[in-house]
C-alpha cells in the first residue's frame, strides 16, 4: 500500500529524509552533515555532487529504517535550501565549479555597481526581492564569468543552471526533467513574480543566457518521475519547495495574516499575503508562497535573517564553548541575564530590515565579569532580536495585527529561545506538536497531488501545538533592550 510520503529536505549544513505517514507523523528520519567550504573571507561553498550523494543516501536510509521500499511510496517531495546556485553540464551531470551558496558575499561589488546604475527600483518591481548578493542572479554570472569557458559553454546550450531542487529533480529523473518551482524561481532575481516567468529584461542585466535556466513548475503537481535505480520503483516526484516557503505550508499558514519562523542555519520569517504580491515598505522581500497545480499563486512577505541557529554551531566548532548544540540552553541558563553583553552575529552580513553585506559579527558590553554563560545567553538572545526586528517591520507591512509567531525547526526545541522571543516581541509564540514543518510542507504538497490529502482544510486540521510562550516582559524592560540591541547593530554596520 502507497501509505507514506518521503520527504527530501536539503538544508544548508545537513542532507536529511523524513518518511510521513497519513496523519503528518514522522515514521522514520535519516540525517547527514556535509562540508561547508570557506575558501576566502565571505565565501560559502558546497559540493553539488556531495549534495546529491548525501541526500540519495538519508533517502535511502531512511526507507531502510522504516523497513519500506519505494513500492511503498506514494509520492517524493523535495525542499531546499534556496538561492544556492549549481551550474552543470548537461550530458556528463557534472558541476560545472562549486555550488555558491545563499551566504556567499563574493558578488557584493558587483552589486553595488548595479545599484550604482540604478537598478534597484527596477529589479525589486518584478522580483519582489532587493538587488543583494542573497539571491542567485549575481551567484550565476560570477561562475559564468570566473569558470574557464563557462559562458561559450553556456552560449552553446552545454550548461545547466539550477537551484538545489532542480539540481535533485534533474539527478533523480537522471537529466529528463530540468525544471524549479516558482517559490525557488521567486529567489533568483530573473522571475517576474505576477507572471511567475523568466524575465527578458532581467536576464539582460544579469548577462544571462535564457537556455540554461530550467522550467518553472508549480510547488504541487506530478512534474516527473524518480528513476526506479534509486527506490526501486517509479516514485512521482509531486512536491517541491523552498525550504522556508514549506516550512510556512506544514505550519498551515494558508491564511492572510498568518505568520511562521523556523529557527533553521538562518531564521526566516513568512507571512502569508494571500494572491496578491504586495510590495513592503517596510525593507522586507515579497516571495511565491506556493502555488498548487493551475490554481493563481499564493504569495509571502519574509524577512531573512542569515545567521540564527549558526551562531550555536560557531559557538561549538569555532570556540568550543559546548559539545553538543543542545548544551547551549543549560550553559545559558546557568545566568539570570546576558549581563549586558550583545553579541551581533553579522557574520555574513546582515539581511532584512538592514540588508547591509558589509556588517560583521560584533560582541560589545563585555566586562571582567563576562563568561561563556553570558556569551551563550546574548548568542540566544541575538537569534530573538533579529526575529524581533523582522516582525516589527512585518507589522508595519501588514493588514491585520500579528496575533502570533508559530515557530519550527531545530532551536525551536529551546525553551529560553521561545521565551525569550515571546518577551521580546510581545506576541505569543506557538511551538506545534510536529516541528519538523519543513519536511513536511513539502511531503502535504506532494500528497495534495496525488490525491494522499484531498484539500488544505484536511491538512489544516492536523495543525496542534504542543506549547505556546506567553509574554511577560514589562513594555519598558523591553524597549530598553530593543534599543541596546539597536545600538549594538550601529557598531556591526558598515565594517568591512
Ligand atoms: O534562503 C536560505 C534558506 O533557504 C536556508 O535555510 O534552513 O538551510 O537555514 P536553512
Given at each position: 500500500?502507497n ?9 544548508t ?7 510521513f505517514?497519513r ?5 522514520a528520519l535519516?540525517q547527514?552533515?556535509?562540508a ?14 556531495e549534495?546529491w ?10 526507507l531502510e529504517k522504516?523497513?519500506?521500499a519505494?513500492?511503498d511510496i506514494?509520492a517524493l517531495?523535495?525542499?531546499?535550501q534556496?538561492?544556492?546556485?549549481v ?16 551566504q ?7 552589486v553595488e555597481?548595479?545599484e550604482a546604475?540604478?537598478f ?16 542567485s542572479?549575481?551567484?550565476i ?8 569557458g563557462a559562458?561559450?559553454?553556456a552560449?552553446?546550450g ?9 539540481w535533485l ?10 525544471a ?15 507572471s ?6 532581467l536576464l539582460d542585466i544579469?548577462r ?5 535556466l530550467?522550467e518553472?513548475?508549480p510547488?504541487s503537481?506530478v512534474?516527473g518521475?524518480?528513476?526506479?535505480e ?13 525550504d522556508?516557503?514549506?516550512a510556512?505550508?506544514?505550519e498551515a ?9 523556523t529557527?533553521?542555519t538562518?531564521?526566516f520569517l513568512l507571512?502569508?499575503?494571500g ?6 515598505v ?5 516571495t511565491a ?9 499564493s504569495?509571502?512577505l519574509?524577512g ?11 559557538l561549538?566548532?569555532e570556540?568550543g ?10 550553559l ?8 549586558g553583553?550583545?553579541?551581533v552575529p553579522?557574520f ?5 530590515p538592514?540588508?547591509d ?27 530573538a532580536?533579529q526575529?524581533?526586528?523582522?516582525l ?9 495585527p ?9 532551536a525551536?526545541?529551546?525553551?529560553l ?5 515571546a ?5 505569543p509564540v506557538i511551538?506545534?506538536?510536529q516541528t ?8 502535504y504538497?506532494?500528497g ?13 486540521a ?5 506549547r505556546v510562550?506567553e509574554p511577560a516582559?514589562?513594555?519598558?524592560q523591553?524597549?530598553f533592550l ?5 545600538r549594538?547593530?550601529g557598531?556591526?554596520?558598515?565594517w568591512?
Amino acid at each position: 500500500m502507497n501509505d507514506y510520503i518521503l520527504a527530501l529536505d536539503q538544508g544548508t549544513s545537513s542532507s536529511r529524509a523524513l518518511i510521513f505517514d497519513r496523519r503528518g507523523e514522522t515514521v522514520a528520519l535519516a540525517q547527514r552533515e556535509f562540508a561547508q567550504h570557506y575558501p576566502n573571507p565571505g565565501w560559502v561553498e558546497h559540493d553539488a555532487a556531495e549534495i546529491w550523494d548525501t541526500e540519495l543516501a538519508v533517502a535511502r536510509e531512511c526507507l531502510e529504517k522504516a523497513h519500506l521500499a519505494g513500492k511503498d511510496i506514494a509520492a517524493l517531495a523535495i525542499t531546499n535550501q534556496r538561492e544556492t546556485t549549481v551550474l552543470w553540464d548537461r550530458v556528463t551531470g557534472e558541476p560545472i565549479a562549486p555550488a555558491i551558496v545563499w551566504q556567499d558575499r563574493r558578488t557584493t561589488k558587483r552589486v553595488e555597481a548595479l545599484e550604482a546604475e540604478g537598478f534597484e527600483a527596477l529589479v525589486a518591481g518584478k522580483t519582489g526581492l532587493r538587488l543583494d548578493p542573497y539571491f542567485s542572479a549575481t551567484k550565476i554570472e560570477w561562475m559564468l564569468d570566473h569558470v574557464p569557458g563557462a559562458r561559450e559553454r553556456a552560449q552553446k546550450g552545454e550548461i545547466l543552471f539550477g537551484t538545489i531542487d532542480a539540481w535533485l529533480i534533474w539527478k533523480l529523473t537522471k537529466g529528463s526533467l530540468h525544471a524549479t518551482d516558482i517559490t525557488n524561481a521567486s529567489r533568483t532575481l530573473l522571475c517576474d513574480l505576477r507572471s511567475g516567468q523568466w524575465d527578458d529584461e532581467l536576464l539582460d542585466i544579469f548577462r544571462i543566457p535564457a537556455g540554461i535556466l530550467p522550467e518553472i513548475i508549480p510547488s504541487s503537481r506530478v512534474a516527473g518521475y524518480a528513476d526506479p535505480e534509486w527506490f526501486g520503483a517509479a516514485i512521482p516526484i509531486a512536491g517541491v519547495a523552498g525550504d522556508q516557503q514549506a516550512a510556512a505550508f506544514g505550519e498551515a499558514c494558508f491564511h492572510p495574516g498568518t505568520v511562521k519562523n523556523t529557527y533553521g542555519t538562518g531564521g526566516f520569517l513568512l507571512m502569508n499575503i494571500g494572491k496578491e504580491p504586495r510590495a513592503s515598505v517596510s525593507r522586507l522581500i515579497t516571495t511565491a508562497a506556493y502555488r498548487i497545480e493551475d490554481a493563481p499563486a499564493s504569495y509571502a512577505l519574509e524577512g531573512s535573517v542569515f545567521v540564527a541557529g549558526a551562531v550555536v554551531q560557531w559557538l561549538r566548532d569555532e570556540m568550543g564553548f559546548v559539545k553538543r548544540a543542545k548544551d547551549i540552553e543549560p550553559l545559558a541558563r546557568s545566568v539570570k541575564d546576558a549581563g549586558g553583553v550583545y553579541f551581533v552575529p553579522a557574520f555574513t552580513g546582515l539581511g532584512a530590515p538592514h540588508w547591509d553585506p558589509d556588517a560583521r559579527g560584533c560582541l560589545i558590553g563585555l566586562t571582567r565579569g563576562t563568561t561563556r554563560a553570558h556569551i551563550a545567553r546574548a548568542a540566544l538572545e541575538a537569534i530573538a532580536f533579529q526575529s524581533a526586528e523582522v516582525l516589527e517591520a512585518m507589522a508595519r507591512d501588514a493588514l491585520h495585527p500579528v496575533r502570533e509567531l508559530r515557530a519550527d525547526g531545530g532551536a525551536a526545541a529551546n525553551d529560553l529561545l521561545m521565551q525569550f522571543q515571546a518577551d521580546i516581541t510581545g506576541v505569543p509564540v506557538i511551538r506545534p506538536a510536529q516541528t519538523e514543518t519543513t519536511a513536511l510542507g513539502a511531503a502535504y504538497l506532494a500528497g495534495l497531488a496525488v490525491g494522499f490529502w484531498q484539500n488544505v482544510e484536511e491538512i489544516e486540521a492536523l495543525w496542534r501545538a504542543d506549547r505556546v510562550f506567553e509574554p511577560a516582559m514589562s513594555a519598558d524592560q523591553r524597549g530598553f533592550l530593543l534599543n541596546q540591541w539597536t545600538r549594538a547593530v550601529g557598531r556591526a554596520r558598515k565594517w568591512n
